[in-house]
């Protein structure tokens, strides 16, 4: 009986997951990302289902305005997802995404104009982005995250990617994001051993709270290659702003040394196994 029971469930899971987008999940005729209520859809699934979606293809057909909705929170976000990594691959196919507003904060004493504020670290979520936790099979690619979206963050995130193993590639960011710990990122906010960050573009602007951070990636244990970043980093240390342009320090340390990182209008870089990338 409890044989039936489990394949009763998979079954019914199997139906829910095949029926809650146009399309198949495959290469050929991936998932249809059409609307909001398609990539909440996403988000729930990922984030209270836990699915990881290995080797399923996910696709968008447009633009898509989340219009600030609190139900999405981003894709694989909650700290479970740390094992659940989401591991398709999704294809924005140029489009943009636009109304994303994620806080992550929460607050012992709340910032003001004269004070930074104190958070309260156990209670703040980390890894936070369009997409929390992309997996070793995962793949982000060809998405841009518009202006008009608010990303207020704790540390290791970004507005693509918080934590990948995988790949990114071919993404673009212009959102301002506000983080007030380390790993902060444009693109990614810490990428592990393996990972891939491509063709990637960085113009939103990145104010942070403490070290390793970075306008593509705030740390990268993987591969970095012909990214872009024209964004402003600023960082504030116990009310110390270091201000650097174009990711080229981090602190007195020179990024992507040898890349011409810090040279005007040349900010991409390509390396492998270094920690900061501008």
Request: hydrophobic fraction near 35%.
């Amino acid at each position: 009986m409890a044989k039936k029971i489990y394949l009763f469930v998979l079954v019914a899971l199997s139906v829910l997951t095949a029926s809650a987008w146009d399309g198949e999940g495959t290469e050929s005729s991936p998932y249809l990302i059409k609307t909001k209520a398609d990539l909440i859809e996403l988000c729930t699934q990922t984030n209270v289902s836990l699915l990881t979606y290995d080797g399923v293809y996910f696709k968008m057909t447009a633009d898509i305005d989340l219009e600030g909705d609190p139900q999405f929170t981003g894709i694989a976000t909650t700290s479970s997802n740390n094992t659940k990594r989401f591991s398709a691959t999704f294809d924005g196919d140029g489009h943009a995404i636009h109304g994303i507003n994620i806080d992550a904060m929460e607050w012992k004493t709340a910032p003001t104009e004269t004070s930074l504020g104190t958070p309260n670290g156990t209670k703040c979520t980390n890894n936070v982005g369009f997409i929390g936790y992309l997996g070793v099979k995962g793949t982000l690619k060809n998405l841009v995250i518009a202006r008009d979206n608010k990303f207020v963050l704790f540390g290791y995130g970004a507005a693509l990617v918080g934590r990948n193993y995988g790949t990114v590639t071919g993404c673009r960011n212009y959102a301002n994001i506000i983080g007030y710990s380390s790993d902060i990122g444009g693109i990614v906010g810490q990428s592990e051993k393996g990972s891939v960050i491509s063709d990637c573009l960085n113009a939103g602007y990145i104010s942070t709270g403490f070290v390793e951070n970075g306008g593509i990636v705030g740390k990268s244990s993987g591969i970095v290659e012909r990214c872009i970043n024209l964004g402003r980093v600023e960082i504030y240390i116990q009310g110390f702003k270091q201000d650097r342009y174009r990711g080229r320090y981090r602190g007195q340390r020179l990024w992507c040394p040898g890349a011409r990182c810090g040279e005007p209008g040349n900010c991409g870089c390509s390396l492998q196994g270094r920690r900061h990338c501008g």
